[in-house]
């Protein structure tokens, strides 16, 4: 329909900032709406119910009992949270500061010959499915037939290493695969990071021949902190979640050793279809992933706000 | 409350369905055939079925490998066309992908090829049909099964009742393939008998009577790890039932059991002393198998057997055409596992594997007419020759006692034997199966691997974290005892 033909309502509509704001959010707000805050709300109610979608019964409310349960360490969920939370602090810090090394690397090296080829390279494991990233190393794995084996033997001589079947092994064995994964993503936001410093700044320190470590705290990290931060955040909440990645790798195992909450919650709601026990498991998790979001931004804006104040 | 299959949910809706297959079946079963032909209700149309099966998993994808036959013979008989698409995930996903469609009442997957455990599951919420009245009224499917075996494994739910929710569309027991090439080597059978004292096995009858104390002999004799060869694997996987399927075996076949399906007990049943040493026995075994045996399901067995990193294998009969692959034709014998025990009183109950067909519970007319239209013709005599001939294992009497069935495949006489009553057996079938079975799943692992050292504390953890499922699910009639309070691996 053109401009001509519209109606004078719609045209004083569409001319009022405030109306415009809405009726350009409102397919946004819709969206939001149908596919989160539906479903969220709808899991906060359903973690209240005892519900089993195999049982051929109807849910029966039974309070926070599922909550209760949970804390009463059923399926222990402590020990998946420790576990779970020394998989994102040990990873996101390893990713961190090795994708930081190879940022710095990268970005002293602008006029080195094939890099651009080397960086797409250095990014393809981030751009994989994890299931097949899983499913291969665990070929690579193998200790009958797996290539890291052969290569070990090749250099030292031993007998052949279960990587994922030792119970001592398992899981930073599969922390090394979600390391090799994501540090490209580190490397990524180290770059974007590094960017985003003004260059008049960096080549007025270069001329006052500040140190590299004053110029690291004084300049760069000055600028690039909050592209920092932003990406240490994502890979915090991304590594919370893991789980398609360990599926194809150790299904949780050897015993419970791999088994992070993400596995737990997918094991009780589309293994085992423990709908109500698995929303509350679920809520439990959001608040969790809330909370460590909430801190994120807190220390993010601290110096910010100290700044304001000051 | 222990649920049984008269719920009035799941039997308003069986009715509902029966009641439409009832109908079909009834004149598909009392017509000659050139005026069925005239009169099928669906004569001159084209039907779209879909069938739901195990990825991978070769009996699976020989039921749909064999539909155009069955398209071709309702073209002719019945006047109609009809094509199959084929769905598939693994085993450890299958149930999932089903339950998540059933949920909805959809009728994405028309026919489906469950696991033997799960037909609690889907029976249980109405999302199958209850075959009662379709066999009542199909003669097609009133066959005489191979052993009682078959109808608890592969139809029956609750476990002991009448009520039949699905057919065997593969029966699979467990087999011993070991390398007979090894065997017949003369200069291996001069070894071991100046090592044992004793002849080196050879034929199947010398299986049939082995016990695990003898076979030992014989795995630890060809286990070399510096020539990469081991005597023996079996599965240990953490992924979905490997390693209880495997450790039933020894749990079984030494005595044990795993609860009280009257009652729904399984503290005090399950984790017993005796049972808590089975496990201790499972695990010892690992000593004749290679390096990350505790992570092998089905795929990993065969890799190591194909590629000659073992000298035998306890593995699925239904998997054989993988297992002997072209290289070790004529080079592979397959025999019923060893006894546990000795003398009179050895014993031996392997775990059934196999699936059934189910039947869409939420089917329109038209392709529930199809669907049992479908089965009518899986179980036809030529139909299942022909199944048996492409490497599948069907369970009807009349194909089993056939003169050349025990030379259709290299398997055959072993999956016989096994079915027979007695000799395999399938664990439960209640709804809650999933849930339990992670639980054990991790246990057993946890043991295998050393994460867990203590058998008796592993096999009270399992107990009683199952005791409570089936206590909150209504089927066990106690609570977990007081040793249960914060059990954990």
Not at chain 1, 170 to 177: I, M, P
Not at chain 2, 55 to 82: N, Q, R
Not at chain 2, 89 to 94: I, T, V
Not at chain 2, 155 to 161: A, E, I, L, N, R
Request: charged share 20%.
């Amino acid at each position: 329909m053109s401009l001509a033909t519209q109606t004078p309502g719609r045209r004083r509509l569409m001319d009022n900032p405030r109306a415009r704001v809405l009726v350009l959010l409102a397919p946004v707000m819709m969206f939001f709406i149908v596919f989160n805050t539906i479903p969220t709300l709808w899991l906060l109610g359903l973690s209240f119910y005892k519900y089993s979608l195999t049982g051929g019964v109807p849910p029966e409310f039974i309070g926070f009992k599922n909550f209760v349960g949970i804390f009463n360490a059923k399926n222990a969920i402590w020990f998946d949270l420790s576990r779970t939370f020394t998989f994102v602090i040990s990873g996101v810090a390893f990713q961190t500061l090795l994708g930081a090394a190879l940022g710095f690397l990268f970005w002293g090296s602008r006029n080195m010959p094939g890099r651009r080829v080397a960086l797409t390279l250095l990014f393809a494991p981030m751009v994989l499915t994890p299931v097949a990233t899983g499913t291969f190393f665990r070929f690579i794995y193998d200790p009958t037939f797996g290539v890291l084996n052969y290569l070990i033997r090749a250099v030292v001589e031993t007998g052949p290493i279960d990587f994922l079947g030792n119970p001592k092994l398992a899981f930073w064995a599969v922390l090394a695969v979600d390391c090799w994964m994501w540090t490209p993503f580190m490397t990524l936001m180290t770059l974007a990071a590094l960017g985003s410093v003004p260059k008049a700044e960096l080549e007025a320190a270069e001329i006052d021949r500040v140190p590299f470590l004053r110029r690291l705290t004084l300049v760069i990290w000055h600028h690039g902190k909050f592209i920092m931060m932003l990406g240490i955040l994502l890979r915090t909440i991304d590594s919370f979640k893991t789980l398609d990645l360990i599926i194809p790798m150790t299904k949780g195992g050897p015993g419970q050793n791999t088994r992070l909450v993400a596995l737990e919650l997918n094991k009780q709601s589309f293994e085992s279809f423990n709908m109500g026990w698995s929303s509350a498991y679920a809520v439990l998790l959001l608040l969790i992933s809330i909370a460590m979001t909430s801190v994120f931004i807190y220390v993010l804006n601290l110096r910010r706000r100290k700044e304001t104040e000051g | 409350m222990k649920r049984t299959s008269t719920s009035p949910q799941v039997s308003r809706r069986s009715a509902l369905r029966s009641g439409i297959a009832l109908g079909t079946a009834a004149i598909v079963g009392s017509m000659p055939t050139r005026l069925l032909a005239e009169d099928h209700p669906l004569k001159g149309q084209k039907i779209d079925m879909t069938i739901l099966g195990i990825a991978g998993w070769g009996p699976s994808s020989l039921g749909v490998a064999m539909s155009p036959l069955f398209a071709e013979y309702v073209k002719a008989k019945y006047g109609y066309d009809v094509t199959f698409a084929f769905q598939e995930a693994p085993f450890s996903d299958l149930f999932q992908k089903a339950a998540t469609s059933l949920a909805t009442k959809s009728q994405e997957f028309n026919i489906i090829i469950s696991d033997s455990q799960w037909l609690g599951a889907l029976a249980q919420p109405g999302w199958i049909l209850n075959l009662n009245d379709v066999i009542k009224n199909n003669p097609g499917l009133q066959l005489d099964w191979y052993s009682k075996a078959v109808v608890d494994t592969y139809m029956t739910y609750p476990d002991g009742s009448d009520q039949i929710w699905g057919l065997p569309q593969e029966g699979d027991v467990e087999a011993l393939f070991v390398r007979k090439d090894m065997l017949e080597d003369p200069e291996e059978q001069a070894a071991f008998e100046a090592r044992y004292g004793t002849r080196l096995a050879q034929t199947w009858e010398d299986f049939a009577e082995m016990n695990m104390e003898e076979f030992e002999k014989i795995a630890e004799f060809f286990t070399r790890p510096d020539a990469g060869l081991w005597g023996f694997s079996q599965q240990y996987s953490r992924v979905y039932d490997f390693a209880t399927c495997a450790f039933n075996n020894f749990l079984w076949s030494r005595g044990g059991s795993i609860w009280d399906p009257a009652t729904g007990q399984i503290e005090g049943i399950l984790n017993t002393p005796e049972n808590a040493a089975s496990l201790v026995e499972f695990k010892r075994w690992l000593k004749y198998q290679p390096p990350g045996a505790t992570n092998f399901g089905i795929g990993e067995g065969i890799d190591v057997f194909v590629q000659g990193k073992v000298f035998s294998q306890i593995q699925w009969a239904a998997v054989g055409t993988a297992m002997i692959s072209e290289e070790l034709k004529g080079k592979v014998l397959v025999v019923p596992p060893p006894k546990h025990g000795t003398g009179a009183d050895a014993k031996r109950i392997m775990s059934m594997g196999g699936q059934p067909w189910v039947i869409n519970a939420f089917n329109d007319e038209a392709h529930m007419r199809v669907a049992i239209d479908f089965m009518n013709w899986w179980y036809l005599p030529e139909t299942t020759l022909e199944f048996a001939r492409r490497g599948g294992n069907p369970c009807d009497k009349a194909t089993l006692s056939r003169d050349d069935f025990d030379d259709i495949n290299p398997w055959n006489r072993t999956f016989k034997y096994m079915l027979e009553d007695g000799r395999s057996q399938d664990f439960w079938h209640d709804p809650k199966y999933s849930e339990m079975l992670a639980v054990q799943q991790e246990g057993y692992s946890a043991f295998v691997t050393d994460q867990a050292t203590d058998p008796q504390a592993v096999m009270n953890y399992i107990a009683c974290a199952q005791q409570q499922i089936l206590f909150d699910e209504g089927v066990a009639k106690t609570e977990p005892s007081g040793i249960c309070a914060g059990i954990s691996l």
